[in-house]
């Protein structure tokens, strides 16, 4: 290991005599072992080696957070205002050796969000913001965070999942079936159950040559398709300026001449444009949302339609979410860290119970699957198989 304070004092000289050009691009090896070894003459070739990659990594990257971005198994890095860093890992929270002084978190939010036009300050203490990788960052600092500055970063996995990976095989043809004929599916779960992992992989069902636009509030989704617009909400920059809403942007992706819609997550006054579009061609859209149930999912809906400026009578808004969502798939994080779809509802027609939203439910825990009675908005595409029903 290097001498304590080593790194700091190299990292420091480098800072003052490299120009930026060379902190951007240029090769750092040759000038922080010169540094070094001008600190500490008797380092070893080994321990100079560590430095290099230890500065390095302060000057470019995430510093002592590398290696562990690095993993592809951790999938999220939670550093908490007392310095401790704990690591999710195949779904189980672990604590790491790391611990971190105050100045050092400080100085990887400043570094995260400096290049975005955002800035985490008394006077702004909350932040999000998103790696270059495409991970989501969010930063709360003091006074807020009262132990010291806190940082969360929620990495997104390369490993493709497929639908067999989450449910029984009869689910997997079902679901996939629901994309093909275009039905509009509504993906609920809590924080970390996967959500937008399962949107990933349904949104590969869809059919090659349709043309697709995502919305997001951080860009999170790698469909892999051929044609796929993306697009991210912005928010307002340090002067307060600036920002532009999902709402804005699904209004907009409208105009886009989508095949699909696909909105990453519903969480405000956008759900009514959502619904809008459900019912007026752009059959087929996909989104998310945080909810306990698949019926607690469509209570969400109304309430976000009622955020916005139209006041609707909620019999309307009901009869408009029944019209428009056809199923909800209910994501769950499992005791042993899995993943796994728990419940596939279609929700209730606006006859079965006039004034209230209905769910029947499809496929559970229980081992039946039930064949949807909606049919599919595609034209021609075939009606749910019989087949898919097995016995509990």
Do not use: Y
Not at 17 to 30: C, I, N, Q, R, T
Not at 109 to 125: H, K, M
Not at 196 to 222: F, H, K, M, Q, Y
């Amino acid at each position: 290991m290097p001498p304590e304070g080593l790194g700091q004092r190299v990292h420091a000289r480098l800072l003052a005599e490299a120009s930026a050009a060379a902190l951007v691009d240029g090769d750092l090896g040759p000038t922080v072992a010169r540094l070094a070894r001008d600190e500490s003459p008797l380092l070893d070739d080994a321990t100079v080696a560590r430095l290099i990659e230890d500065v390095t990594a302060q000057v470019r990257g995430l510093g002592p957070l590398d290696a562990l971005l690095a993993d592809p198994a951790v999938s999220e890095v939670m550093v908490n205002g007392t310095g401790d860093v704990w690591i999710e890992r195949h779904g189980r929270l672990e604590r790491t050796a790391l611990d971190l002084r105050p100045t050092q978190v400080a100085l990887l939010v400043e570094r995260i969000v400096g290049p975005l036009g955002l800035r985490a300050d008394r006077t702004s203490p909350l932040v999000d913001a998103r790696l270059a990788d495409g991970s989501r960052v969010n930063a709360v600092v003091p006074p807020l965070a009262v132990d010291g500055p806190c940082l969360t970063i929620r990495r997104f996995g390369t490993r493709l999942i497929e639908l067999a990976d989450v449910c029984p095989k009869g689910v997997a043809e079902l679901l996939a079936w629901a994309i093909d004929g275009r039905l509009n599916v509504l993906v609920s779960g809590g924080t970390g159950a996967g959500k937008t992992t399962l949107l990933n992989t349904l949104a590969r069902s869809i059919p090659t040559g349709e043309r697709i636009v995502t919305v997001e509030d951080a860009a999170e989704l790698r469909l892999g398709a051929a044609h796929v617009v993306r697009l991210e909400a912005r928010p307002a920059n340090a002067e307060g300026v600036g920002e532009v809403s999902v709402r804005a942007l699904v209004r907009n992706a409208l105009r886009m001449r989508p095949d699909r819609l696909v909105v990453g997550e519903v969480r405000g006054a956008e759900a009514l444009d959502m619904l809008q579009a459900m019912n007026t061609g752009h059959e087929g859209s996909l989104s998310t949302c945080h909810a306990n149930s698949p019926v607690d999912a469509l209570r969400r809906r109304e309430v976000m339609v009622s955020m916005g400026s139209t006041a609707l009578p909620i019999d309307v808004v009901r009869e408009h979410i029944a019209a428009a969502i056809d199923l909800v798939i209910q994501v769950a994080r499992l005791a042993d860290g899995r993943r796994q779809v728990v419940e596939v509802a279609e929700v209730g027609t606006p006859g079965d119970a006039p004034g209230a939203l209905t769910v029947h439910t499809l496929a559970g825990l229980d081992g039946l699957i039930r064949v949807p009675r909606r049919g599919p908005r595609r034209l021609g595409a075939p009606r749910a198989d019989p087949a898919w029903v097995v016995a509990g």
